[in-house]
């Protein structure tokens, strides 16, 4: 269920704040990429698998009253924000761990 993408920078993340604090420049280069990764789960992916559900919808009826003849489109769904969250939630605890211990 959760996104692995997130969990991972998630935990990349925590570790790089644990080790070398929240001020230095190696955190905001990771809080960057978590934030970029985090929005392509949730979004960028998403909305992709929607709108290739859609397209191969219209190709299925053209296929099927024989206008054209389309080969399907591969259809990636994305992850729910619930998903992406327990996720971070995931990759947060991992990432305390492995500092911590």
């Known amino acids: ?10 935990s990349l993340c925590t570790s790089i704040a644990f080790r070398s604090g929240t001020n230095s420049d190696i955190f905001v280069l990771s809080l960057g990429f978590f934030l970029i990764t985090v929005r392509d789960a949730v979004g960028v992916r998403r909305a992709n698998g929607v709108q290739a559900r859609r397209l191969n919808e219209i190709v299925r009826v ?6 054209a003849d389309f080969k399907y489109i591969k259809e990636v769904q994305g992850h729910s924000p619930m998903e992406v969250f327990i996720g971070c939630l995931l990759g947060f605890f991992i990432g305390v761990a492995f500092s911590v211990l």
């Open 62 to 67: 053209l296929n099927e009253k024989h206008i």
């Open 1 to 10: 269920m959760p996104s692995s993408h997130s969990a991972l920078v998630s």
